[in-house]
C-alpha cells in the first residue's frame, strides 16, 4: 500500500475561488486522497507513510497537458515564421517519420521530465504513426498519467507516404496497444483514438475511428479549424464547415478533446456544447503559427469545457502549463474589454477541466476518494510574493508564478518530482543522450 503525507500545505481545492483551506494535512492511499485536516494523521501501527512538508506551500490539482507531441521535443528549434500546413509538411511529417524507437524514447522522456517538473501530471498525447510502445514505455517508466495512441492518418492527396497507414493498419494498431497498455499502471496509461485532423484521414477512417471510440469508450484526440487554409480545404472536400463535418463522421461526443477550434463560429460553439465536446486552447502554439485566437470566452458562455495545451514542442517551442496560462489570461484583453476570462476560470482550465476532459472523472476537489495528482507551489520561490494566498491566490499563479514555483509534482500519490532533483529521478535524458538523437534524427530527415 502506498501512502502519503503532505503535511501543513494551503489547499487550493478549486471548486471554487473560496476553496482554500491553510495549513491543512493531506493524506493519500493507492492513488486516491484518503483524509483532509485532523483525520489526515496516520496511526503508528498501519503502513509506513512516505511524508512530504508542505509547510508555506500552496497544494492544489495537477496541471493537464491536454494537447501535447511527445514525438516532436526533438523538433523543436526548427524553421520559423511558417503556416500550419507548410510547416507540417516541411519539418513536422518528415521529422516524425525519421524517428525509430531509440530518437522516439529520448524525445518522450525529455518532453515527460519536461512536465512533470512544471506541475503537469496528466498529458494527452498525439502520438504518430510508427514507434508508439516507446511512448508507452517512458510514460510507464516516468509516472506521469498518459492518454495516447497512435495517430491516424490514410488519405494518399494530403499525406506524405512515409507517415500513412492505411486505415484498417492504423485501427488494427490501436487495438494491440489497447491490448498492451490499457488501464496498466494502476490506470495511469490509457488509449485515445487519434485522427489527426481531417484533412489527413478518408471519410471512412474517421467513421470506423468514432465506432471504435464508441464501442470501447475510449478518448477522442484531433485537431480541428486550427488554420485558416485548413478550415478551407476541409470545406472544399466535404462541403461542411470543420466542426460540423466532424459531427457528421460521428467523432463529437462527450469524450472528444478537440484541440485549437480557433476559426469557429457560433454554430460550432452550440454543436460542441450540445455534444459535450471539449476544447483544447493551445495559445502559444496558435500564435507562433499565425493561426489566430480561440474565442475562448464564447465558447465557456456557450458552454463548452475548454482546458489548456502546449501542443508540440515544436511549435511552442516549450512545455510549460505557466506560459500558457499567461496568454490564455492575457489574449481576451486586446478586445480592449476587461473580465472576459478570470484567472481562476483560467487555473481551472489548467487543472480539473483538463483532467475532465481526459475523461478523468472522479470528486473534484480535496474530496476523500479524489484522485492524488497534486502540484505544489512554493510562493517564496522565483519572483511572486510570498505567501500572499489570502488576496489573490489565482492572480499569482497565472501571472507571476512559472516553473520555478513548482517544489513538487505528486500523481497517483506518489512524488514524481522533487525541486532538488532536476534530473526527473533520471528521467531527463543527459545532453550528450539528446544531442546524439538530435543529430541522428536530423540525419534520417534529411534522407526522406
Ligand atoms: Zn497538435
Known sequence: MTRLLIEGGTLLGLTAP??????????????????????????????????????????????VQAHLHLCQTLLRNGPENLELLPWLRGHVWPGEAAHDSATMSVSARLGIAECLSAGVTAILDMGTIR?????????????????????????PRTTPPSLRAAAEEGLAETERLLATWHGKENGRLAVAV???????????????AAALARDRGLVVHTHASENRG???????????????????????GPRTCVAHAVHTDESDFRLLAGRRTSVVHCPSSNLKLASGVCPVPELARAGVRVALGSDGAACNNLLDPFREMRL????????????????????????????????????????????????????????????????????????SMGRENVTATVVDGVVRYRREDPSVGGLKPAPAEIRDAVRSLRARMREI
Open 18 to 63: 473560496g476553496d482554500v483551506r491553510p495549513a491543512t494535512d493531506l493524506l493519500t492511499e493507492d492513488g486516491r486522497i484518503r483524509a483532509v485536516g485532523p483525520e489526515a494523521a496516520p496511526p503508528a501501527r498501519r503502513d509506513p507513510v512516505e511524508r512530504l512538508d508542505a509547510r508555506g506551500k500552496w497544494v492544489l490539482p495537477g496541471f
Open 131 to 155: 514507434h508508439s510502445d516507446a511512448l508507452f514505455e517512458a510514460a510507464a517508466a516516468s509516472g506521469v498519467r498518459y492518454v495516447g495512441g497512435n495517430v491516424l492518418m490514410d488519405d
Open 194 to 208: 487519434s485522427p489527426r485532423f481531417a484533412v489527413s484521414c478518408t471519410d471512412g477512417l474517421l467513421r470506423a
Open 230 to 252: 485548413e478550415c478551407a480545404l476541409v470545406e472544399e472536400r466535404t462541403g461542411l464547415p470543420n466542426v460540423a463535418y466532424l459531427d457528421a463522421v460521428g467523432l463529437l
Open 328 to 399: 490564455a489570461a492575457l489574449l481576451p484583453g486586446v478586445r480592449g474589454e476587461s473580465g472576459l476570462l478570470s484567472a481562476f476560470d483560467v487555473v481551472r482550465m489548467a487543472t480539473v477541466q483538463g483532467a475532465a476532459a481526459l475523461g478523468l472523472a472522479g470528486p473534484e476537489g480535496f474530496t476523500v476518494g479524489a484522485r492524488a495528482d497534486f502540484v505544489i507551489l512554493d510562493p517564496d520561490a522565483g519572483w511572486s510574493l510570498p505567501d500572499d494566498w489570502s488576496a489573490e491566490p489565482y492572480g499569482a499563479i497565472v501571472y
